[in-house]
């Protein structure tokens, strides 16, 4: 059974960071493209970033842009978003996904991710 399995949200003040991991079993993700998208109440998910299969490539949505990093580990089979001087406005919870294609287009929308984590809640307060 495959899974993806989020942790290191959390309550953290603005200005403040975070890391989140997204450690995958059951499969090896190593040749596959993954990305992080996040939903807040109320809201639709929405798109924060995604990562080639070595991390050469990456790809940004505009506002988290300067701030967050996504990076990898192939050999831990764990995927990271290091968020940096947040704001409340990422309040939201955060998705780790994963394409089953090899392709290493950085796709942007939920439908192009085949496999979900269950999400981790990061709150950021004023």
């Known amino acids: 059974q495959v899974q993806l399995v989020e942790s290191g949200g959390g309550l953290v003040q603005a200005g403040g960071s975070l890391r989140l991991s997204c450690s995958a079993s059951?499969?090896?993700?190593?040749?596959?493209?993954m990305g992080w998208f996040r939903q807040a109440p109320g809201k639709e998910r929405d798109f924060v970033a995604a990562?080639?299969?070595?991390?050469?490539?990456?790809y940004y949505a505009d506002s988290v842009k300067g701030r967050f990093t996504i990076s990898r580990d192939n050999a831990k089979n764990t995927v990271y978003l290091q968020m940096n001087t947040l704001k409340p406005e990422d309040t939201a919870v955060y998705y780790c996904?994963?394409?089953?294609?090899?392709?290493?287009?950085?796709?942007?929308?939920?439908?192009?991710?085949?496999?979900w984590g269950q999400g981790t809640q990061v709150t950021v307060s004023s």
């Open positions: 059951g499969r090896t993700f190593s040749s596959n493209a």
């Open positions: 996904a994963a394409r089953s294609s090899v392709s290493q287009l950085l796709i942007t929308t939920s439908s192009g991710y085949d496999y």
């Open positions: 990562i080639n299969w070595n991390g050469g490539n990456t």
